[in-house]
């Protein structure tokens, strides 16, 4: 029997993925109709993800991160809402992301690194 595995994410990975969304439409890549597809699709995710909340743990974590990797904001509050997910114990934990130095910090905090396209 396969393994089934819920998303944890950030409380702000939609909020991310909106501005992404407008963003790429402004540009001319995605329509209006393929806008609204992408939205309702990430909705829908929303649904089955669990979300780790903002917490004075999660930003000093973040802090901390960046002052030991070359991240932005979003990125450390992203592996540090991971961390505070896994109790701060990754190893055969999976961490998925597209950014090569979130991913590079994410595998040096013990993450198992799966990048997406």
Do not use: N
């Amino acid at each position: 029997m396969a393994r089934s595995y819920r998303l944890a994410v950030w409380w702000g990975t939609s909020v991310e993925a909106t501005s992404g969304l407008y963003r790429l439409k402004r540009e001319g890549t995605l329509t209006a109709a393929e806008t609204t597809q992408a939205l309702r699709r990430l909705h829908h995710l929303r649904t089955r993800w669990d979300e780790v909340g903002p917490s004075e743990v999660l930003r000093e974590t973040a802090e901390r991160l960046l002052a030991r990797y070359k991240l932005r904001a979003g990125d450390a509050l992203q592996l540090a809402a991971a961390l505070e997910w896994c109790s701060s114990r990754p190893r055969e934990r999976v961490f998925i992301g597209r950014d090569d130095d979130l991913s590079e910090a994410a595998e040096s905090e013990g993450f198992t690194c799966r990048h997406v396209a």
